[in-house]
C-alpha cells in the first residue's frame, strides 16, 4: 500500500486547512488510517485516527478542531483542521495499519502545514 498525503500550506492562525491522503489500493480492508505529525525538535505524534468501523480517536491538543473522515470508494482519508494553532505546525503524515493477513504498517510521505500570526 502507498499512501500519498497532499494539502498542506501556510495559513494564519485561526484559519483552515484540509489535508488528504490518497491509498494506491482499496482501503476497505485497512484496520485503521492515521495521521501523525511531527514538529521541529519534537517526536512524531498521533494526531488522530479512523478505524475501518468509522470510529475515530483525536488526540486531546486537537479535539473539537480536527475531523478525521474516509472514503473507501475514492480511497481517500482526509484531515479536517479548522481553528488551527501555532503549535498546529508541523509535517503531517498518513499511515495505514493492516492486521490481516498479517501486521504491516503504511507510511505516506509528509505534507507541511505552517501557521502563521
Known amino acids: 500500500v502507498q499512501l500519498q498525503a497532499s494539502g498542506g500550506g501556510l495559513v494564519q492562525a485561526g484559519g483552515s486547512l484540509r489535508l488528504s491522503c490518497v491509498a494506491s489500493v482499496s482501503i476497505f480492508s485497512l484496520n485503521s488510517m492515521n495521521w501523525y505529525r511531527q514538529a521541529p525538535g519534537k517526536q512524531r505524534e498521533l494526531v488522530g485516527s479512523i478505524s475501518s468501523g468509522d470510529n475515530t480517536y483525536y488526540a486531546d491538543s486537537v479535539k473539537g478542531r480536527f475531523t478525521i473522515s474516509r472514503d473507501n470508494a475514492k480511497k481517500m482519508m482526509y484531515l479536517q483542521m479548522n481553528s488551527l494553532k501555532f503549535e498546529d505546525a508541523g509535517i503531517y503524515y498518513c499511515?495505514?495499519?493492516?492486521?490481516?493477513?498479517?501486521?504491516?504498517?503504511?507510511w505516506g510521505q509528509g505534507t507541511q502545514v505552517t501557521v502563521s500570526s
Open positions: 499511515n495505514a495499519v493492516e492486521i490481516a493477513p498479517t501486521y504491516r504498517v503504511y
